[in-house]
């Protein structure tokens, strides 16, 4: 297996983490009444305790990044308007949707970029950007309406938390990039997620647990702080080091599909013509603008 392929298969088993997680988070928010509040919340507080003892088990200073006030200000902003709400936006589009839906829509998280970019600069975008565009959001309306534009085929509601998902995940993956030029990765996502937690604690009040807690959800909500959480990651940024992100952005659109799947095999989600279409839509618009950069 060549260096390019194994970081590829690598970024295809991370992205299919996250997709089974998607799906797992489904049962537990529609099956087993878990609030959005407390998955996001308790998610984050263990995922994050998860990747820092992970850093320092590799030798890493974990506190660096608060040693100086421009990164203090940088974290906790990532903390919020990165990772809380891309996490909460998400369960909660899923809460009222499905994980498939949810998912795909998060992927439009490019185009977000690419219009804040244009904005920014004041410059258009290139005809590969603005075709890309207009692809991701036909597909998205195509996806949301089944392909009858007179009618939403979701509430209004989880087509507003899809689509914050999209702008959230397009501020997780610009505003730290100067932070990930001084600290790993793990570390920033690790205070990312453990400072969003406590933010979002006093409000979600996760010590109110509202839902059924069995063996079965359980391991579901295990397998979302271990496997769809902290291995999916360190797979990701393990084909980072292996391949160009274009390559792994390309590879990680694997996700919306192991998520359509399992929902199929597990929860008996279906999906029809045009929602397929709209999906297909949308990835093909996201892998066009991963290969162009």
Known sequence: MTTKHKGMALAAAGAAFWGCAGVAAQFLLQARSFSPEW???????????????????????????????????????????????????????????????????????????????????????TGREIFCVFLAVAGSAVLVTKGDLDALAITPLALCLGLATGAAQAVYTLQPRRLLTIYSPELVVGWGVLVGGLLFTPFARPWNFGGIMDMTAALAFFYIVVGGTVFAFVLYMASLRLVGPSDAAMTSCLEPAASVILSGLLLGVTFGRAESLGMVMILTAICILAKGK
Do not use: H
């Open 39 to 125: 998955l996001t919340t308790v998610r984050m507080l263990l995922a994050g305790c998860l990747l820092l003892i992970y850093c320092r088990f590799r030798g890493e200073s974990i506190f660096a990044l608060w040693r100086n006030a421009l990164d203090e200000r940088e974290i906790i902003i990532f903390s919020i308007f990165g990772m809380l709400l891309t996490q909460y936006t998400y369960y909660a589009c899923i809460k009222v949707s499905n994980a498939p839906t949810a998912t795909t829509l998060g992927y439009l998280m490019p185009v977000f970029i690419v219009v804040y970019v244009a904005l920014r600069d004041w410059q258009l975008p």
